[in-house]
Nanobody, 114 residues
Framework: VQLVESGGGLVQPGGSLRLSCAAS????????MRWFRQGPGKVRELVAA????????NYADSTKGRFTISRDNAKNTVYLQMNSLKPEDTAVYYC????????WGQGTQVTVSS
């Protein structure tokens, strides 16, 4: 089983990034997918979630209206489009597969700074 995040980097406040998480080794279409983040000195928090078929999404209050989670079950990939980024969005972002088992990626660093 592998979850491989990509797309992180350094961006200025107000900018955008698109994170991807490529899954393999399990039946992706049967798992809800979630993005978490952990900022410096902070606990890991849920950012966004999407159901297995992609019909329902949920967001943390701090990201609602700025972030969009989506998935492509044909490509076994989940995405997180992040717009209007703020310095407080700086964190390591992790994708998580939630189903019969729970799987985690290794994380990708997002830094929002001028």
């Amino acid at each position: 089983v592998q979850l491989v995040e990509s797309g992180g980097g350094l961006v200025q406040p107000g900018g955008s990034l698109r994170l991807s998480c490529a899954a393999s080794g399990f039946t992706f279409s049967r798992y809800g997918m979630r993005w978490f983040r952990q900022g410096p000195g902070k606990v890991r928090e849920l950012v966004a979630a999407i159901t297995a078929a992609g019909g329902n999404t949920n967001y943390a209050d701090s990201t609602k209206g700025r972030f969009t989670i989506s998935r492509d079950n044909a490509k076994n990939t989940v995405y997180l489009q992040m717009n209007s980024l703020k310095p407080e969005d700086t964190a390591v972002y992790y994708c998580n597969a939630a189903g019969t088992y729970s799987y985690w990626g290794q994380g990708t660093q997002v830094t929002v700074s001028s």
